[in-house]
């Protein structure tokens, strides 16, 4: 299967401690975007990577969260001290060099307790 | 106001029917229009991507941009109960690469 990959499907937490999602990318994609996605909303933009660069990050990356992409390759988001407000879907997709259309991952469900 | 704008539904249609699905926004500098479908807790899938105005066929779907009007619509035709789903239009000015999303709108096709 060569589409967009996450890990964990689902993760529960207790308020305060610290999470981290992972996403693999389509291969040879180098642009890979994070959204968020609460019930009943579409996908709100979180932050985006062209190869390792991290280009653009929305408003509502509070200083809690960071997204990291060391090598090109996956990418890593990562929420210190959650709160109950983070619980969501955390939606990853990628897109080719030279090419608009995104294709998402299945999503990591975080819920915080 | 939203820059994209999106009856949440739910829309319930009879198997068969044609389904007109549609998204209205106010930024003039979108440029990329795309229809995804979202069956409950999984990520979107990718239906229609369009550049600027025109149409876009692709089997029973039919993606249509007024840009004119500010207005997108999405026609699914002879409706089948496995196409009861959400349904997210989303837009890009192209350049910021980040995708602005509708609220998505709740289909189900009754059998």
């Known amino acids: 299967d060569t589409g967009v990959s996450q890990n964990p499907r689902h993760k529960i937490t207790k308020r305060g401690q610290n999470v981290t999602f992972r996403c693999d990318p389509i291969s040879e994609h180098n642009r890979l975007y994070w959204y968020r996605q609460t019930l009943g909303q579409g996908p709100e933009f979180l932050t985006y990577f062209q190869n390792e660069a991290q280009l653009e990050k929305s408003r509502l990356l509070s200083d809690r969260f960071s997204a990291e992409r060391p090598k090109g390759s996956f990418s890593t988001l990562e929420i210190q001290r959650t709160e109950q407000g983070d619980s969501a879907m955390y939606l990853c997709a990628s897109s080719a060099k030279g090419g608009e259309t995104q294709y998402f991952g299945p999503g990591t469900r975080l819920l915080v307790l | 106001q939203k820059e994209v704008e999106q009856d949440p539904g739910p829309l319930s249609v009879p198997e068969g029917a044609i389904v007109s699905l549609n998204c209205t926004y106010s930024n003039s500098a979108f440029q990329y229009f795309m229809w995804y479908r979202q069956y409950s807790r999984k990520g979107p899938e990718l239906l229609m991507y369009t550049y600027s105005s025109g149409n876009k066929e692709d089997g029973r779907f039919t993606a249509q941009v007024d840009k004119s009007s500010k207005y997108i619509s999405l026609f699914i035709r002879d409706s089948q109960p496995s196409d009861s789903a959400t349904y997210l239009c989303?837009?890009?000015?192209?350049?910021?690469?980040?995708?602005?999303f509708g609220t998505g709108t709740r289909l189900k096709v009754l059998a």
């Open positions: 989303a837009m890009s000015a192209g350049g910021t690469y980040k995708y602005i």
